[in-house]
Nanobody
Framework: QLQLVETGGGLVQPGGSLTLSCAVSGFMDHYFIGWFRQAPGKEREVVSCISSPDGTTYYSGSVKGRFTIARDNAKSTVYLQMNSLKLDVTAVYYC??????????????????WGRGTPVTVSS
């Protein structure tokens, strides 16, 4: 069973940058992995996903062009580089995974394994 641990969250000013990391215990080479977020009072939503082994990426419209997802299978880590941060990205960010063979796409319901999240606060 996969375990995922997110790190890198924190407080950042608008326009700033932050990089989140998701450490995956287990053999992650065959897993589809994504980042999701949940703002206070809102439902959890998709941020970005990346497949394996081809590394195909998907981004939600609100982050496309500003966020970059990447995976390093040798380090069992997935990253989310976030640039030009806006106030509305304040949320708890979660890393999640599903086996590539069971993958139904980048969606909250499609992921079986979840981390506990790391909070990101954008504030001046």
């Amino acid at each position: 069973q996969l375990q995922l641990v997110e790190t890198g969250g924190g407080l950042v000013q608008p326009g700033g940058s932050l990089t989140l990391s998701c450490a995956v215990s287990g053999f992650m080479d065959h897993y589809f992995i994504g980042w999701f977020r949940q703002a206070p009072g809102k439902e959890r939503e998709v941020v970005s996903c990346i497949s394996s082994p081809d590394g195909t990426t998907y981004y939600s419209g609100s982050v496309k062009g500003r966020f970059t997802i990447a995976r390093d299978n040798a380090k069992s880590t997935v990253y989310l580089q976030m640039n030009s941060l806006k106030l509305d990205v304040t949320a708890v960010y979660y890393c999640a995974a599903e086996h590539q063979l069971s993958n139904t796409g980048c969606s909250v319901s499609g992921m079986r394994y979840w981390g506990r999240g790391t909070p990101v606060t954008v504030s001046s």
